[in-house]
């Protein structure tokens, strides 16, 4: 999808993966920023498609890893501060099966 993010961190919380992200936008992103109506542009494209690609590729590998469905997915992204944040739900407590873990 383009560039990572230069820093994650993932917390797991009951049946919720919340990924915090920093450093998500490429230096032409941050040029598009610049303008209000890039800004709108940018948060619609790391917000809404993102969602539309797990949707329509279903993230099989995380699945299988947390042995858990994802049921439902929430982002969001501050292009002023480029930190964004996205909150995977699954069907399941993945919290305690993270903690079970070897």
Excluded at 18 to 26: A, D, T, V, W
Excluded at 68 to 83: H, M, S
Aim: hydrophobic residues 40%; proline residues 4%; neutral net charge.
């Amino acid at each position: 999808m383009g560039k990572g993010p230069s820093k994650i961190s993932t917390t797991f919380c009951k049946n919720w993966a919340i990924c915090e992200m920093e450093g998500n936008l490429s230096p032409v992103e941050k040029f598009i920023a610049t303008s209000e109506d890039g800004k709108q542009t940018l948060r619609a494209a790391r917000t809404e498609m993102v969602k539309e690609i797990y949707r329509k590729h279903q993230p099989v590998d995380m699945e299988a890893f947390l042995g858990a469905k994802l049921v439902d997915l929430f982002v969001d992204i501050d292009i002023e501060r480029d930190f964004g944040m996205s909150i995977f739900v699954f069907d399941q407590d993945i919290e305690k099966k993270m903690k079970n873990k070897p």
